[in-house]
């Protein structure tokens, strides 16, 4: 059974930074596709960043281009997020996902979800 956990949110000042990580079990995470996922209060899940089996093809959403940036290490099972110049509009529940595909191709095909992370940006 894929298990995927999040940690490294929290409350954090404007311009400040945060590092997500997500552990994953239950399948052979270097050979598919990982990405990140965020829900604001209100609002519809939206794509973040995704990041290819071998980590060499990354994707970003526009509005974190420059801020965020996504990194796997295959021989611990862990993707991370880092998030630099964090704004009060970045506040969301962060969600791990894992892919079907060594490649992203949309949330369409991310078969696996973690519980999710909060992150808080606000003074």
């Known amino acids: 059974q894929v298990q995927l956990v999040e940690s490294g949110g929290g409350l954090v000042q404007p311009g400040g930074s945060l590092r997500l990580s997500c552990a994953a079990s239950?399948?052979?995470?270097?050979?598919?596709?990982m990405a990140w996922f965020r829900q604001a209060p209100g609002k519809e899940r939206e794509f973040v960043a995704a990041?290819?089996?071998?980590?060499?093809?990354?994707y970003y959403e526009d509005s974190v281009k420059g801020r965020f940036t996504i990194s796997r290490d295959n021989s611990k099972n862990t993707v991370y997020l880092q998030m630099n110049t964090l704004k009060p509009e970045d506040t969301a529940n962060y969600y791990c996902?894992?892919?079907?595909?060594?490649?992203?191709?949309?949330?369409?095909?991310?078969?696996?979800w973690g519980e999710g992370t909060l992150v808080t940006v606000s003074s």
């Open positions: 996902a894992g892919g079907r595909y060594p490649v992203y191709n949309g949330p369409g095909g991310m078969d696996y």
């Open positions: 990041i290819s089996a071998s980590g060499g093809l990354s």
């Open positions: 239950g399948r052979t995470f270097s050979l598919y596709a």
